[in-house]
């Protein structure tokens, strides 16, 4: 059975940062694309960014770009989001996703696996 757990979210100060983890089991993901999604209250759920199975060439969302960075660690099948300089609007659930291509997707279709999400709070 594929689990994606994320971890690290909280309440955080505006301007602060957080860095938010997806560990996975139960499938290696080293060889596929994984991405992060964000839902706010009351909003569609929007594409973060995303990376390639090489880590090369990542996507961001241009709400993120230059404040946020996506990275993995294939050895041990995991996937970051460092945030900072966190924003109000920032404030929603995190989600974690994975793939079954080799590359990347801006589209959440693009993903087949999912995490239970975690919350971040951007709130002075």
């Known amino acids: 059975q594929v689990q994606l757990v994320e971890s690290g979210g909280g309440l955080v100060q505006p301007g602060g940062s957080l860095r938010l983890s997806c560990a996975a089991s139960?499938?290696?993901?080293?060889?596929?694309?994984m991405g992060w999604f964000r839902q706010a209250p009351g909003k569609e759920r929007e594409f973060v960014a995303a990376?390639?199975?090489?880590?090369?060439?990542?996507s961001y969302a241009d709400s993120v770009k230059g404040r946020f960075t996506i990275s993995r660690d294939n050895a041990k099948n995991t996937m970051f989001l460092q945030m900072n300089s966190l924003k109000p609007e920032d404030t929603a659930v995190y989600y974690c996703?994975?793939?079954?291509?080799?590359?990347?997707?801006?589209?959440?279709?693009?993903?087949?696996?999912w995490g239970q999400g975690t919350q971040v709070t951007v709130s002075s």
């Open positions: 996703a994975g793939s079954i291509h080799t590359y990347w997707s801006r589209s959440g279709s693009g993903y087949e696996y």
């Open positions: 990376i390639n199975w090489s880590g090369i060439s990542p």
């Open positions: 139960g499938r290696t993901f080293s060889s596929y694309a």
